[in-house]
């Protein structure tokens, strides 16, 4: 498996120091991932050190060491229960939410990447979910890359062209033929969990692809069956996680 690596919730009070450390290890092995921006991170979880006010100097150092960027929604605030096209999760920042909403949600988050330097090509879904709204109104604002989805090669679906992730993180080291990406989310990661990652990325190091690399991965049509086979993955996925965790839904963020 040929794997990309994605790092979601940058914001400019996320953690810094956890960040770096991966950072330096993508860094050492020549590995350069996707970044998921919040445009207007209201989320108070994500809220680690004081703001950075050279964030856009951040973003624009990484952009010109070859890093991809995203938009990772608008303020990661989860204000529906509705499971979108993708059901990971039962809580939501666009599904559910009506068309006009989502469009300027969608238009000034691209916006406010554009002042930080950022022009942002590729949507991150907060909570990886998104309706059917959602990828009509990134189509009218000029986005028709997405980071989600399940599979072993990018596809296409609804003018749109998604770029899967990994179902079970064991198969990104695996000897499967294909593509994936590796989802991290930096905040939230333990010393062990960073020591563990750098140990896997240097000892599976041919695995590991840069995430432009996977951009130039030709997309397959996706049928309706690939469309529901994914659903029902993803949605068994949820269903197997909710039940380790001893609840059926996870309890959303509300504004």
Same mark, same amino acid.
């Given at each position: ?10 914001? *400019?009070?996320? @953690? ?8 330096? %290890?993508? !860094? ?11 445009p207007y991170s209201k989320d108070e979880t994500l809220r680690i050190e004081k703001p950075h006010e050279d964030f856009d100097v951040f973003l624009r150092s990484?952009? +010109? ?7 990772? #929604? ?12 993708? /059901? =990971?999760?039962?809580?939501? &920042?666009?599904? #559910?939410?009506?068309? @006009?909403?989502?469009? %300027? ?7 406010? =990447? ?11 879904? /907060?909570?990886?979910?998104? @309706? ?7 189509? +009218? ?6 980071? !989600?989805?399940? #599979?072993?090669? *990018? ?8 770029? /899967? ?19 991290? $989310? ?9 020591? &563990?990652?750098? @140990? ?11 995430? !432009? +690399?996977?951009? &130039?991965?030709?997309?397959? &049509?996706?049928? =309706? ?12 996925? $949820? ?8 609840? #059926? ?7």
């Open positions: 498996m040929k794997t990309a690596i994605r790092l979601d919730d940058i914001t *400019p009070d996320m @953690d810094f120091e956890k960040f770096n450390q991966i950072k330096a %290890v993508l !860094d050492e092995q020549g590995i350069r991932p996707l970044i998921g921006i919040v990484l952009l +010109e060491n070859g890093w991809t960027m995203a938009l990772h #929604g608008y303020n990661h605030l989860y204000t529906t229960r509705n499971k979108g096209l993708f /059901p =990971l999760n039962s809580f939501s &920042e666009f599904a #559910g939410v009506d068309y @006009d909403k989502q469009n %300027v949600m969608i238009r000034q988050g691209i916006n406010q =990447l554009r002042e930080w330097g950022i022009d942002a090509k590729i949507f991150m879904a /907060p909570g990886h979910s998104f @309706d059917r709204n959602t990828l009509k109104a990134l189509k +009218e604002n000029g986005i028709t890359l997405i980071t !989600d989805g399940f #599979g072993t090669q *990018p596809y296409v679906r609804d003018g749109m062209t998604f770029y /899967p992730i990994s179902r079970i993180r064991k198969e990104c080291i695996s000897d499967k033929q294909g593509y994936s990406t590796y989802v991290l $989310h930096t905040n939230t990661m333990s010393q062990k969990g960073i020591d &563990e990652f750098a @140990d896997m990325i240097k000892s599976h190091r041919d695995c590991f692809i840069s995430y !432009d +690399e996977y951009l &130039e991965a030709k997309p397959e &049509e996706r049928n =309706l069956w690939g469309n529901l086979k994914e659903y029902l993955m993803a949605f068994a996925k $949820h269903m197997l996680v909710s039940k380790r965790a001893g609840r #059926g839904t996870v309890i959303h963020k509300g504004e």
